[in-house]
């Protein structure tokens, strides 16, 4: 029961506090993009119009409502273009903002913002959707006890940048990867021939600090796990009343994931039913981008 009571009172406080991601992780993710978007030539407009010489002084801004997330990338492309370009940022990563908000004003050279104006863009853009939606949960479900948590269902190479943005956005992660934890699922099981034998053998192939979580589509998989001790079970498209009997059925001895297109105006009834957590791929691979501009500042 204390892993259930840890999950409900931490929810506020983990919203508060998000750790930056260390620049040795984000900085590969934006040379590449730099070198993408650059390519054989660098930026061919620029070289043409802009003089080196050129100072300027733009802001982003804000033109959606939204959570903010990803400024630190945005800054790194910049910088990366030029060292000598200045991102003073007016909000942090979790703002919310409407359309108009100020969010960071860029001093430097006028080639190199404008180099790195849309790889910036597309970081700050793409983030701050993965914010905003995980928000659009995390706010419906507020004072449920109910957390909304992401998937692997990630874009290929923005894995911990995005599941940084669901926490910005008052999310939890789930795993990261395929070895952080054992996650029993469908196929698994067919492979092993029971919800038992592939338990045990879970069980009997990783170390005691590795937790097992069952993925069950009915009651009586879920009771199969219970019985061998499970530390988790995804209950996978089922209805209210079966999640309701679910919750009961666990009593505390497993954390509770509910899973199966679950979207703000289901997830309310989703939390109702007491799960401590609901698992939710499309904050990650079809999150909206959030709508951000790169403008001149007034004169």
Not at 26 to 39: F, I, S, T
Not at 198 to 218: F, N, P, S
């Amino acid at each position: 029961m204390s892993i259930i009571k840890t999950i409900s009172s931490d929810v506020d406080s983990m919203r508060a506090a998000i750790v930056p991601l260390p620049k040795v992780i984000l900085e590969p993710l934006v040379r590449h993009a730099l070198r993408e978007d650059l390519g054989r030539a660098g930026d061919l407009t620029s070289d043409a119009i802009v003089p080196r010489d050129v100072q300027a002084r733009l802001r982003l801004m804000a033109r959606e409502t939204g959570v903010l997330a990803g400024l630190d990338l945005a800054r790194l492309a910049f910088q990366l273009m030029d060292a000598g370009i200045q991102m003073k940022a007016r909000l942090e990563d979790g703002a919310r903002v409407v359309p108009g908000d100020e969010i960071a004003v860029l001093t430097g050279s006028a080639h190199a913002i404008l180099g790195a104006e849309r790889t910036a863009l597309n970081f700050l853009g793409q983030l701050s959707g993965v914010a905003t939606a995980t928000a659009s949960i995390a706010d419906a479900i507020r004072g449920y006890g109910t957390r909304v948590s992401c998937t692997r269902k990630t874009l290929p190479g923005l894995r911990a940048v995005q599941k940084y943005a669901v926490r910005v956005g008052g999310g939890s992660n789930h795993r990261f990867g395929l070895d952080d934890a054992v996650l029993i699922k469908d196929n698994h099981i067919a492979v092993a021939g029971s919800v038992r034998e592939a338990i045990l053998r879970a069980r009997a192939g990783v170390g005691h600090m590795v937790k097992i979580q069952l993925e069950v589509d009915t009651l009586e998989q879920l009771a199969q796990g219970l019985e061998l001790g499970i530390d988790a079970v995804l209950l996978d498209n089922m209805s209210l009343d079966t999640l309701k009997e679910a919750v009961r059925l666990v009593d505390g001895r497993a954390v509770t994931e509910a899973s199966g297109r679950v979207t703000p105006a289901t997830a309310v009834a989703v939390a109702q039913t007491g799960v401590n957590l609901i698992a939710i791929g499309w904050l990650t691979h079809s999150a909206s981008v959030l709508d951000v501009g790169l403008d001149a500042c007034d004169a």
